[in-house]
């Protein structure tokens, strides 16, 4: 069964970091793509970081380019979400999610979700 489980979420300070982590069971890394998304109140649900198994290409919105670095541990069968420096358009519900496809970050591929982690900035 797959199984995708999200851990780090909590409170960061403007200007500090956060690391969310995504556990996976039941499927191998590598054949899939696995995507970071962040849903905030009263928004659609919008795409924030992928990474492709098959090839390790990676995706990341023009907002978080050079602050949210994306990774995978292969051995830990785990997907990582570093964050810098949050700004106002961060704090929101982080969900990692599955696809066998390869679809970089393109919502609707993606068919196995986990819980979903609350990030907020506060000072």
């Known amino acids: 069964q797959v199984q995708l489980v999200e851990s780090g979420g909590g409170t960061v300070q403007p200007g500090g970091s956060l690391r969310l982590s995504c556990t996976t069971s039941g499927f191998n890394l590598e054949d899939y793509a696995i995507g970071w998304f962040r849903q905030a109140p009263g928004k659609e649900r919008e795409g924030v970081s992928c990474m492709r198994g098959q090839d390790n290409s990676v995706y990341y919105r023009d907002s978080v380019k050079g602050r949210f670095t994306i990774s995978r541990d292969n051995a830990k069968n785990t997907v990582y979400l570093q964050m810098h420096s949050p700004e106002p358009e961060d704090p929101a519900d982080y969900s990692c999610?599955?696809?066998?496809?390869?679809?970089?970050?393109?919502?609707?591929?993606?068919?196995?979700w986990g819980q979903g982690a609350q990030v907020t900035v506060s000072s």
């Open positions: 999610a599955a696809d066998i496809t390869g679809a970089l970050c393109v919502v609707d591929y993606y068919r196995t």
